[in-house]
């Protein structure tokens, strides 16, 4: 790796003071800068990630309406997008 790192890209993400993401989570409750994984930004990847298997339970290349929240292509994908509770254990 020492033989590369002058090809490598220069960091452009900073580094957890300490290295305890804890520490870091902690800081940002008590109105410190915000933390690396914070909502803004981790909800978008969350999203992301949990939709890219939508398509592989459908086996079907699919079209979303994103301020609908839903397929368009192939109605019945959508069944996966959302989640039925037993009564009493809604959200």
């Given at each position: 790796?020492?033989?590369q790192a002058a090809a490598l890209p220069?960091?452009?993400i900073p580094r957890i003071p300490g290295g305890n993401q804890f520490e870091e989570w902690i800081r940002a409750c008590k109105g410190g800068p915000a933390a690396g994984a914070d909502f803004a930004y981790s909800a978008r990847l969350t999203e992301m990630v949990l939709l890219s298997n939508v398509p592989l339970c459908a086996r079907r290349r699919l079209k979303r309406d994103r301020v609908r929240c839903?397929?368009?292509n192939v109605p019945a994908a959508n069944a996966f997008?959302?989640?039925g509770y037993r009564?009493?254990?809604g959200v």
């Open positions: 790796m020492q033989e220069p960091r452009t839903e397929v368009t997008l959302s989640k009564p009493g254990f």
